[in-house]
Protein backbone atom coordinates (compact mmCIF):
# COMPACT_ATOMS: atom_id res chain seq x y z
CA UNK A 1 0.00 0.00 0.00
CA UNK A 2 3.08 2.54 0.91
CA UNK A 3 3.80 1.96 -2.71
CA UNK A 4 0.57 3.30 -4.19
CA UNK A 5 1.49 6.37 -1.63
CA UNK A 6 4.86 6.76 -3.54
CA UNK A 7 3.35 6.43 -6.92
CA UNK A 8 0.77 9.37 -6.18
CA UNK A 9 3.13 11.41 -4.64
CA UNK A 10 5.58 11.08 -7.41
CA UNK A 11 2.60 11.94 -9.51
CA UNK A 12 1.80 14.78 -8.08
CA UNK A 13 5.33 16.17 -7.89
CA UNK A 14 4.86 15.87 -11.54
CA UNK A 15 2.35 17.84 -11.31
CA UNK A 16 3.66 20.45 -9.30
CA UNK A 17 6.67 20.86 -12.00
CA UNK A 18 4.09 20.69 -14.93
CA UNK A 19 2.72 23.76 -13.14
CA UNK A 20 5.69 25.76 -12.62
CA UNK A 21 7.04 25.24 -16.22
CA UNK A 22 4.19 26.19 -17.75
CA UNK A 23 2.94 29.27 -15.61
CA UNK A 24 6.60 30.64 -16.14
CA UNK A 25 6.07 29.93 -19.95
CA UNK A 26 3.04 31.95 -20.02
CA UNK A 27 4.61 34.70 -18.26
CA UNK A 28 6.09 35.65 -21.20
CA UNK A 29 3.36 34.62 -23.89
CA UNK A 30 1.69 37.26 -26.20
CA UNK A 31 -1.62 38.51 -25.76
CA UNK A 32 -4.17 37.49 -27.70
CA UNK A 33 -5.33 34.36 -29.31
CA UNK A 34 -4.93 32.33 -33.11
CA UNK A 35 -7.81 31.39 -34.88
CA UNK A 36 -7.08 28.89 -37.54
CA UNK A 37 -9.03 28.97 -41.12
CA UNK A 38 -8.53 26.26 -44.13
CA UNK A 39 -8.76 27.60 -47.30
CA UNK A 40 -8.56 24.80 -50.16
CA UNK A 41 -7.25 22.97 -47.80
CA UNK A 42 -4.30 24.95 -47.04
CA UNK A 43 -4.60 26.77 -43.38
CA UNK A 44 -4.56 30.44 -42.70
CA UNK A 45 -3.41 31.86 -39.36
CA UNK A 46 -5.24 34.79 -38.07
CA UNK A 47 -4.38 37.07 -34.98
CA UNK A 48 -7.04 37.59 -32.76
CA UNK A 49 -7.72 40.50 -30.17
CA UNK A 50 -10.69 40.95 -27.78
CA UNK A 51 -11.18 43.84 -30.16
CA UNK A 52 -10.80 41.74 -33.10
CA UNK A 53 -12.08 38.23 -33.18
CA UNK A 54 -11.76 37.69 -36.72
CA UNK A 55 -7.99 38.46 -36.36
CA UNK A 56 -5.32 39.60 -38.66
CA UNK A 57 -4.04 37.34 -41.20
CA UNK A 58 -0.28 36.46 -40.44
CA UNK A 59 1.80 36.20 -43.01
CA UNK A 60 4.55 33.51 -43.55
CA UNK A 61 7.43 36.24 -42.52
CA UNK A 62 5.48 36.43 -39.51
CA UNK A 63 5.17 32.61 -38.57
CA UNK A 64 6.63 32.74 -35.42
CA UNK A 65 3.68 34.96 -33.81
CA UNK A 66 1.50 32.06 -34.69
CA UNK A 67 3.75 29.74 -32.97
CA UNK A 68 3.81 31.61 -30.01
CA UNK A 69 0.27 31.48 -29.41
CA UNK A 70 -0.60 28.28 -30.02
CA UNK A 71 2.31 27.24 -27.70
CA UNK A 72 0.17 29.60 -25.40
CA UNK A 73 -2.98 27.78 -25.98
CA UNK A 74 -0.97 24.42 -25.17
CA UNK A 75 0.44 25.41 -22.21
CA UNK A 76 -3.11 26.61 -21.10
CA UNK A 77 -4.32 23.42 -21.49
CA UNK A 78 -1.16 21.57 -19.64
CA UNK A 79 -1.40 24.35 -16.91
CA UNK A 80 -5.47 23.65 -16.49
CA UNK A 81 -5.08 19.81 -16.58
CA UNK A 82 -2.19 19.44 -14.45
CA UNK A 83 -4.14 21.36 -11.63
CA UNK A 84 -6.88 19.68 -11.53
CA UNK A 85 -5.01 16.44 -11.59
CA UNK A 86 -2.98 17.88 -8.66
CA UNK A 87 -6.36 18.64 -6.85
CA UNK A 88 -7.77 14.91 -7.23
CA UNK A 89 -4.93 13.61 -6.33
CA UNK A 90 -4.63 15.69 -3.21
CA UNK A 91 -8.24 14.78 -2.83
CA UNK A 92 -7.07 10.92 -2.95
CA UNK A 93 -4.18 11.27 -0.68
CA UNK A 94 -5.71 13.22 2.03
CA UNK A 95 -8.54 9.96 2.12
CA UNK A 96 -5.98 6.92 1.30
CA UNK A 97 -5.92 4.94 4.84
CA UNK A 98 -2.38 4.41 4.67
CA UNK A 99 -2.43 0.52 5.16
CA UNK A 100 -5.64 0.23 5.94
CA UNK A 101 -5.81 -3.68 4.84
CA UNK A 102 -3.52 -4.48 7.37
CA UNK A 103 -4.89 -2.61 9.92
CA UNK A 104 -8.28 -4.52 10.24
CA UNK A 105 -6.12 -6.94 11.69
CA UNK A 106 -3.99 -4.81 13.98
CA UNK A 107 -7.14 -3.01 15.14
CA UNK A 108 -8.57 -6.22 16.77
CA UNK A 109 -7.98 -6.89 20.31
CA UNK A 110 -5.35 -8.95 20.85
CA UNK A 111 -7.25 -11.87 22.16
CA UNK A 112 -8.89 -11.81 18.96
CA UNK A 113 -6.07 -11.73 16.54
CA UNK A 114 -5.35 -14.98 17.85
CA UNK A 115 -8.75 -16.37 16.55
CA UNK A 116 -8.40 -15.78 12.98
CA UNK A 117 -6.17 -16.18 10.09
CA UNK A 118 -5.62 -13.01 8.15
CA UNK A 119 -6.44 -12.82 4.50
CA UNK A 120 -3.43 -11.60 3.80
CA UNK A 121 0.11 -12.17 5.11
CA UNK A 122 0.53 -9.37 7.85
CA UNK A 123 3.77 -7.62 7.78
CA UNK A 124 4.67 -8.87 11.67
CA UNK A 125 4.19 -12.81 10.54
CA UNK A 126 5.88 -11.35 7.06
CA UNK A 127 8.99 -10.31 8.99
CA UNK A 128 9.15 -12.83 12.02
CA UNK A 129 9.53 -15.85 9.15
CA UNK A 130 12.07 -13.62 7.62
CA UNK A 131 14.43 -13.51 10.90
CA UNK A 132 13.89 -17.17 11.81
CA UNK A 133 14.66 -18.03 8.38
CA UNK A 134 18.24 -19.96 8.53
CA UNK A 135 21.13 -19.03 6.40
CA UNK A 136 24.95 -19.82 6.40
CA UNK A 137 27.24 -17.07 6.55
CA UNK A 138 30.80 -16.74 5.40
CA UNK A 139 33.47 -18.58 7.70
CA UNK A 140 36.17 -16.42 9.36
CA UNK A 141 40.15 -16.77 9.65
CA UNK A 142 40.97 -18.72 12.82
CA UNK A 143 43.61 -15.89 13.12
CA UNK A 144 41.66 -12.91 12.03
CA UNK A 145 41.09 -10.02 15.23
CA UNK A 146 37.55 -10.41 16.86
CA UNK A 147 35.43 -7.77 16.75
CA UNK A 148 32.09 -8.29 17.95
CA UNK A 149 29.09 -6.41 17.87
CA UNK A 150 26.78 -4.95 20.34
CA UNK A 151 24.19 -8.26 19.48
CA UNK A 152 27.07 -10.66 19.83
CA UNK A 153 27.61 -11.62 16.96
CA UNK A 154 31.04 -11.22 14.72
CA UNK A 155 32.25 -9.25 12.05
CA UNK A 156 35.12 -8.24 9.90
CA UNK A 157 35.90 -4.63 10.70
CA UNK A 158 35.34 -1.97 12.96
CA UNK A 159 33.31 0.24 10.57
CA UNK A 160 30.88 -3.14 9.88
CA UNK A 161 30.75 -2.79 13.65
CA UNK A 162 29.61 0.56 13.66
CA UNK A 163 26.62 -0.45 11.28
CA UNK A 164 25.81 -3.24 13.11
CA UNK A 165 25.34 -1.58 16.38
CA UNK A 166 23.60 1.49 14.49
CA UNK A 167 20.96 -1.19 13.20
CA UNK A 168 20.66 -2.43 16.80
CA UNK A 169 19.94 0.80 18.23
CA UNK A 170 17.04 1.88 15.79
CA UNK A 171 15.84 -2.19 16.64
CA UNK A 172 16.39 -3.18 12.72
CA UNK A 173 16.33 -6.50 11.84
CA UNK A 174 19.11 -7.21 9.75
CA UNK A 175 21.31 -10.29 8.34
CA UNK A 176 25.33 -10.44 8.01
CA UNK A 177 26.92 -11.48 5.11
CA UNK A 178 23.76 -13.45 4.12
CA UNK A 179 24.63 -15.60 1.14
CA UNK A 180 23.16 -13.85 -2.74
CA UNK A 181 23.15 -15.36 -6.13
CA UNK A 182 24.57 -12.95 -8.35
CA UNK A 183 23.95 -14.37 -12.57
CA UNK A 184 27.39 -14.04 -13.95
CA UNK A 185 28.89 -13.44 -10.74
CA UNK A 186 28.23 -16.16 -8.25
CA UNK A 187 27.50 -16.31 -4.22
CA UNK A 188 27.89 -13.01 -3.19
CA UNK A 189 27.61 -12.27 1.07
CA UNK A 190 26.21 -8.38 1.06
CA UNK A 191 27.94 -6.79 4.52
CA UNK A 192 23.83 -6.70 5.58
CA UNK A 193 20.84 -7.64 4.67
CA UNK A 194 16.70 -6.17 5.55
CA UNK A 195 13.62 -7.14 4.60
CA UNK A 196 11.94 -3.85 3.36
CA UNK A 197 8.62 -3.22 4.82
CA UNK A 198 7.78 -0.96 2.09
CA UNK A 199 7.97 -3.07 -0.96
CA UNK A 200 8.06 -7.01 0.92
CA UNK A 201 11.67 -7.22 -0.99
CA UNK A 202 15.48 -7.75 0.69
CA UNK A 203 17.82 -4.54 0.64
CA UNK A 204 20.95 -5.07 0.83
CA UNK A 205 24.09 -2.46 2.01
CA UNK A 206 27.60 -2.82 1.35
CA UNK A 207 30.32 -1.13 2.89
CA UNK A 208 33.65 -1.01 0.85
CA UNK A 209 36.39 0.49 3.23
CA UNK A 210 39.65 0.51 1.15
CA UNK A 211 38.49 2.18 -1.35
CA UNK A 212 42.23 4.06 -1.79
CA UNK A 213 43.08 0.68 -2.84
CA UNK A 214 43.23 0.23 -6.72
CA UNK A 215 42.30 -3.95 -6.92
CA UNK A 216 39.97 -3.25 -4.08
CA UNK A 217 38.24 -0.11 -6.23
CA UNK A 218 38.27 -2.05 -8.98
CA UNK A 219 36.70 -5.05 -7.85
CA UNK A 220 33.88 -2.96 -5.81
CA UNK A 221 33.00 -1.63 -9.48
CA UNK A 222 32.70 -4.61 -10.45
CA UNK A 223 30.70 -6.03 -8.36
CA UNK A 224 28.26 -3.19 -7.95
CA UNK A 225 28.33 -3.82 -11.73
CA UNK A 226 26.96 -7.27 -11.05
CA UNK A 227 24.02 -6.00 -9.00
CA UNK A 228 22.93 -3.38 -11.39
CA UNK A 229 22.55 -6.20 -14.37
CA UNK A 230 20.85 -8.14 -12.04
CA UNK A 231 18.45 -5.90 -10.90
CA UNK A 232 19.76 -4.28 -8.14
CA UNK A 233 20.31 -0.67 -8.03
CA UNK A 234 21.89 1.87 -6.04
CA UNK A 235 19.22 3.81 -4.29
CA UNK A 236 16.54 1.16 -4.02
CA UNK A 237 17.42 -2.09 -3.04
CA UNK A 238 20.89 -1.37 -2.87
CA UNK A 239 22.84 0.71 -0.06
CA UNK A 240 26.58 1.81 -0.61
CA UNK A 241 28.84 3.33 1.89
CA UNK A 242 32.69 3.66 1.39
CA UNK A 243 35.68 5.09 2.97
CA UNK A 244 39.44 5.47 2.84
CA UNK A 245 42.45 5.69 5.24
CA UNK A 246 41.64 9.89 5.19
CA UNK A 247 37.79 9.47 4.40
CA UNK A 248 36.53 6.89 7.34
CA UNK A 249 33.01 6.32 7.85
CA UNK A 250 30.54 8.92 8.08
CA UNK A 251 28.22 8.37 10.70
CA UNK A 252 25.95 11.58 9.73
CA UNK A 253 25.76 9.68 6.06
CA UNK A 254 24.51 6.23 7.98
CA UNK A 255 22.12 8.08 9.28
CA UNK A 256 20.79 9.58 6.13
CA UNK A 257 20.62 6.47 4.33
CA UNK A 258 18.50 4.66 7.17
CA UNK A 259 16.29 7.78 7.20
CA UNK A 260 15.83 7.41 3.23
CA UNK A 261 15.63 3.31 3.02
CA UNK A 262 15.01 1.97 6.24
CA UNK A 263 13.25 3.51 8.83
Partial sequence: MEQIVDLLKQEQARMDELIEKTSRQLKNAPEGTLRISVDRGKERYYYCTKEDSLGNYI????????????????????????????????????????????????????GKRKLVTPVEPVWEELEREWIEEEYEGKTFQEEGIEIITQ??????????????????????PYKYEKPLYLNGYGIVYPDFTFLSKRTGKEIYWEHHGMMDSPAYAESAVRKIHCYERNGIFPGERLILTFETQRDPLNTEIVQLLLEKYIL
Avoid: P, T, W
Fill in 59 to 110: QKKDRRIAEKLAQKEYNQRIFASAKKMKCQISRLLSSYEKEGIEECYYRLHR
Fill in 151 to 172: RGERVRSKSEKILADCFNYYDI
